[in-house]
């Protein structure tokens, strides 16, 4: 079964502007990673945050978490055509190592 | 190349038949994880392996799917008596560390199609 909810399921957007997504969880975690699929092509990690952690930036992304509303979201800065791709959050819990993952955000970046 | 490597790519089979996947991971990592994603869905675990114990197995591994990491390196990803509903992406990934906060390297993946 999949833990996460990403919202929305679809966003299209002009290049330069900025992409925000969302994902929701169930179950307390250890940490939430967001990773990007390029049609047909395998999963990239893009960024991790830890439970204990509130905002995290790597380049244009910018993710926060939390944990009281069990949610984490997403933000691409100054969207490039290159972003288009699927988004998936995956959580990790505490008693395995197995991510549980949503079904995605499909992000489409218009030139 | 220092990537998960997966093969084959693509995987044509009759339903019945028997398949083989294999993934080798990055050499520095002991953790191999397989999982699998049909169109328009997230990945579901179905199995996790430290060096060459395989520590879980998700209850989606019917008795008809094995794997295998014989020596701690690759692995292998066998389905028995393949049915229409295996036709799937088969997503091999692996990662370092002792404990959680690392993400995954996956591969490119296996693209099984049973007709």
């Known amino acids: 079964s999949q833990q996460g909810e990403e919202d929305p399921q679809a966003l299209s957007i002009q290049e330069g502007e900025n992409a925000t997504m969302n994902c929701s969880y169930k179950t307390s975690i250890n940490n939430l990673q967001w990773y990007r699929q390029n049609s047909g092509r395998g999963l990239v990690h893009q960024i991790l945050i830890r439970s204990n952690e509130r905002e995290k930036h790597s380049g244009r992304l910018r993710v926060t978490l939390d944990t009281s509303k069990k949610s984490s979201s997403l933000l691409i800065t100054a969207s490039r055509a290159a972003d288009t791709a699927s988004y998936f959050c995956?959580?990790?819990?505490?008693?395995?190592?197995?991510?549980?993952w949503g079904a995605g955000t499909k992000l489409i970046i218009k030139p | 190349d220092t990537g998960v490597s997966q093969n084959p790519r693509h995987k044509i089979t009759k339903r019945g038949q028997n398949v083989t996947f294999r993934c080798d991971p990055i050499?520095?990592?002991?953790?191999l994880y397989w999982y699998r994603q049909t169109l328009g869905q997230g990945p579901e675990f179905l199995t996790y392996f430290q060096n060459e114990a395989q520590l879980e197995k998700s209850r989606l591994l019917s008795d008809r799917f094995s794997a295998e990491r014989p020596k701690g390196s690759f692995s292998t990803l066998e389905i028995q008596r393949t049915e229409q509903g295996d036709s799937a992406m088969y997503l091999c990934?692996?990662?370092?560390?002792?404990?959680?906060?690392?993400?995954?390297?996956f591969g490119s993946g296996t693209r099984l199609t049973v007709v």
């Open positions: 990934a692996s990662s370092q560390g002792v404990n959680r906060n690392y993400g995954y390297t």
């Open positions: 995956a959580t990790r819990m505490d008693s395995n190592y197995q991510l549980i």
């Open positions: 050499s520095e990592h002991n953790r």
